[in-house]
């Protein structure tokens, strides 16, 4: 099954959202919001994550994560307001 379809999908959430993607060469699509430059929602496979910067490095294990659209839009709701966390 291609999980193409949800990837727009969470494209168009993030986007509304003034999410905007990183520029990489392969692995999973980052995207980053310029109110938020410590976090960043990653996108493989149908599912989306959300990483932190901890000071050193991105954390290995994701704070949150989902695989459908539903959830990445309730998660950027509840966690990224307009103006700070």
Known sequence: ???????????RILGA?????VPTER???RFVHGEHLLDRIQVFGGRWSHHRFDGTSWQTHAEA???DEGSLAAYLTKHFRS???
């Open 1 to 11: 099954m291609s999980t193409e379809p949800l990837l727009l999908e969470y494209l």
């Open 17 to 21: 959202r003034g999410w905007v993607q």
């Open 27 to 29: 692995g999973p699509s």
């Open 65 to 67: 994560r989902g695989d």
């Open 83 to 85: 103006g700070g966390r």
